[in-house]
């Protein structure tokens, strides 16, 4: 499977944007997708993934400020930020793989990253 990711940018605290990731290939081996993020001197966090069932799971440092949704007739994902803060400020990447049941999810498979900057 193959990701590529678009949309990041500058925006000011507040703000709002919008990443997308595409998949192609193996669409067959995945049933879930979802975005990862890695702040300066920060660990990498698992920001939100959807099932291509449609249930989301979000991280407690985004819920109700970041949505995502999915196209499965384009393979692709959409990850809505908004309420943007200074501390969301990272590299988010696309992932995709798999959820077992209610169990957690599976990368398999990265797309390149794109950067996020909340400054003002």
């Known amino acids: 499977v193959q990701l590529q990711a678009s949309g990041g940018g500058f925006v000011q605290p507040g703000g709002s944007l919008r990443l997308s990731c595409a998949a192609s290939g193996s669409i067959s081996t995945i049933n879930a997708m979802g975005w990862y993020r890695q702040g300066p001197g920060k660990q990498r966090e698992l920001v939100a993934t959807?099932?291509?069932?449609?249930?989301?799971n979000y991280a407690n440092s985004v819920k109700g400020r970041f949505t995502i949704s999915r196209d499965n007739a384009k393979n692709t994902v959409y990850l809505q930020l908004s309420s943007l803060k200074p501390e969301d400020t990272a590299v988010y990447y696309c992932?995709?793989?798999?959820?077992?049941?209610?169990?957690?999810?599976?990368?398999?498979?990265w797309g390149q990253g794109t950067q996020v900057t909340v400054s003002s």
């Open positions: 959807i099932t291509f069932a449609g249930r989301t």
């Open positions: 992932t995709a793989g798999r959820v077992y049941g209610l169990g957690p999810f599976q990368s398999d498979y």
